[in-house]
């Protein structure tokens, strides 16, 4: 079997790829990534997604390489990851309530053959008190997360019920992705 390399540090994404069973390596992405490119987010989740893919394959001929990038969007916009604590308040306070979707771009590259894709998960995230906010960015998980929150985690606590791949919403739509590695000679069970 060809060397299978996940372009990717996320531990998410990590987790996600190895219910394949399959046999990767990670090699973490030197590709600069611009955010303020004027693209819709599935455009653009799936142009940065060709850019990582592309600069680890570049350095590794002859394996597959998987590169992904994910977006939480609200009413047209991107939520990235906070950083602060007033920044995840704010971002809690605009989704609770409300529903949004997150998108993610996912990329194989082997040799001259491109594979590029996107998958959208629905999130429909329950009203939200100041205090269970404030309890929850307490905890530190939100600030390094897109859109103030993970719904593998803790965050779980805040959503209502999702639409569509689960495992798309962790990073990495694990269906699609497992489909379409067969196209570069991957098979999985």
């Known amino acids: 079997m060809k060397k299978l390399i996940l372009a990717s540090t996320s531990p998410r994404r ?26 819709p987010p599935e455009e653009l989740a799936e142009y940065l997604s060709a850019g990582k893919a592309r600069a680890v394959a570049a350095k590794n001929p002859g394996a597959v390489v998987i590169a992904a990038d994910t977006f939480v969007v609200h009413e047209h916009h991107r939520l ?7 920044r995840a308040k704010e971002m809690l306070e605009m989704l609770s309530g409300k529903a949004h979707y997150i998108v993610t771009g996912v990329t194989i590259v082997a040799g001259d053959q491109v594979c590029s894709f996107h998958e959208k998960t629905s999130v429909h995230m329950a009203e939200l008190s100041e205090a269970l906010i404030e309890q929850y960015i307490a905890t530190g998980e939100p600030l390094d997360k897109a859109g ?42």
């Open 14 to 39: 990590k987790e996600v790829l190895e219910k394949t069973g399959l046999s990767f390596e990670i090699v973490p992405s030197d590709y600069e990534e611009d955010m303020t490119l004027d693209m």
């Open 80 to 86: 990235g990851k906070p950083h602060t604590n007033e």
């Open 148 to 189: 103030a929150y993970a719904l593998q985690e803790l965050g779980a606590m805040l959503i209502e019920k999702t639409e569509g791949d689960f495992f798309n919403a962790m990073g990495l739509p694990l269906r699609r992705l497992v489909h379409e590695l067969r196209a570069f000679g991957v098979e999985v069970l």
